[in-house]
Structure formats: structure tokens, C-alpha cells
């Protein structure tokens, strides 16, 4: 089976750094996820690494090792807008379409 | 461009009651899915499609049906609801070549 593990909760002050670590057990692995859900919305798409390394993309960045079975999401210069919650999800299978397995989420809270 | 479109946005209905959900996409996307939230789980796969004429099952399939007669729509049949239903429910698609997916705004369903 899947396991995939994310804090339930962090809160941070605006303009600071944030770091939300996401590991997993899982076989198969084809990819690791992260979205972005504001309450009450749907998911929205942040980035995508398949293999080790750092993936930056303006504020946002995610990283993976695949080896260790661990990825973390870096949300730097936090503006209250971050507030959310933010979705690891790995993709298994060996086709190339594969099945999202997601975390149970981790809600971060930005204070002025 | 419309991107996903779930219809209803709520419902309500008595157990035992039956009803389809219905999702949409414009993309021309391959494959299409269907998760539910519950309060401090993660999204979970009901079912899954990677192209007309093709279903298969995800983590919690039970009680509910699914077909794909076109590429654009991937409708989610609840047979005989039941409390335990009772979730926020959310299509998704994705094509071949790009690895995110692209959600519906959700179907907030309660059966009482």
C-alpha cells in the first residue's frame, strides 16, 4: 500500500519562509506532486519532480529524494494569499498514466 | 476555455436515493478521474478512465458506477446513497504529455 505523510498544520508570519516536508512509502513511484487548495476550491497545480533535485518556480519550490523517500515544498516571501492548504501527492505505476496518491494535506495559516 | 466542469455544485439527498454527477472537460484530455475529500483525509481515487470506452476502479470504488462514452465526459453514478458518501467530490483530467491535473470546482454532496 501507499503512505504518505504531511504536518497537519504550520503557521508562519508574512514575508517569511516556510518549508512543509512530505515523506512516502509507496511502490511504484512515478512522480511527486504538489498542489495548492484554498478552502472551499479546487486544487490548482504547483510543481512536479520526478527526479532528485530542486525544482524552483518564482516563490515556490520543491524538492526530492527519491532515495530517502522525502520531498519538501519552500513557499518564500509568505503573503496572506498563501493561506491554504497544501496537497504531496505521488504518482504510482508504471504505465504512463499512473494514479495520484494523495497526503492527508498540510493547512498553513499566514499571520499578518 | 472552460477546463473541467462539475455539475451539481450541492446536493442533497436521502439515503437510498440514487444520482449522477456530472463532469466535463474541453481539453481533450485522455484520462479522467474522480476523487472524495473527507475532513482530514487526503483526496481518495474512486475510479479512473484513459480514454472512451475505458474504466477502471481506484481505492474506494463501492457504490458507485462510472462510464466513458465520449473523450469530454466521465459521469459518477451513486446507486443507492448513503450516509457515508457524504463528501466533497472532485473530477479531474490530465492529457499524456503533461503531468499535472486539472480539477473541477467540486461537488459538495450530503445525504441525509
Known amino acids: 500500500g501507499q503512505n504518505i505523510d504531511q504536518p497537519t498544520e504550520m503557521t508562519a508570519t508574512e514575508g517569511a519562509i516556510v518549508q512543509i516536508n512530505c515523506t512516502y512509502q509507496?511502490?511504484?513511484?512515478?512522480?511527486l506532486f504538489w498542489y495548492q487548495q484554498h478552502a472551499g476550491e479546487a486544487p490548482t497545480f504547483l510543481s512536479y519532480?520526478?527526479?532528485?533535485g530542486l525544482e524552483e518556480k518564482g516563490r515556490f519550490s520543491s524538492f526530492l529524494s527519491r532515495s530517502k523517500g522525502y520531498s519538501y515544498l519552500l513557499l518564500k516571501e509568505l503573503q496572506m494569499k498563501d493561506s491554504a492548504s497544501y496537497l504531496c501527492?505521488?504518482?504510482?505505476?508504471?504505465?504512463?498514466?499512473?494514479?495520484?496518491?494523495f497526503g492527508a494535506g498540510t493547512q498553513v495559516v499566514v499571520t499578518p | 476555455n472552460a477546463g473541467v466542469t462539475q455539475t451539481p455544485k450541492f446536493q442533497v439527498l436521502k439515503t437510498g436515493q440514487s444520482m449522477t454527477l456530472q463532469c466535463a472537460q474541453d481539453?481533450?484530455?485522455?484520462?479522467m478521474s474522480w476523487y472524495r475529500q473527507d475532513p482530514g483525509m487526503g483526496l481518495r481515487l474512486i475510479h479512473y478512465s484513459v480514454g472512451a470506452g475505458i474504466t477502471d476502479q481506484g481505492e474506494v470504488p463501492n457504490g458507485y458506477n462510472v462510464s466513458r462514452s465520449t473523450t469530454e465526459d466521465f459521469p459518477l453514478r451513486l446507486l443507492s446513497a448513503a450516509p457515508s458518501q457524504t463528501s466533497v467530490y472532485f473530477c479531474a483530467s490530465r492529457d499524456g504529455t503533461r503531468a499535472e491535473a486539472f480539477f473541477g470546482q467540486g461537488t459538495r454532496l450530503t445525504v441525509v
Open positions: 509507496t511502490s511504484g513511484f512515478n512522480g
Open positions: 519532480n520526478v527526479l532528485d
Open positions: 501527492a505521488v504518482r504510482v505505476g508504471t504505465d504512463s498514466w499512473g494514479k495520484l496518491q
Open positions: 481539453m481533450n484530455h485522455e484520462y
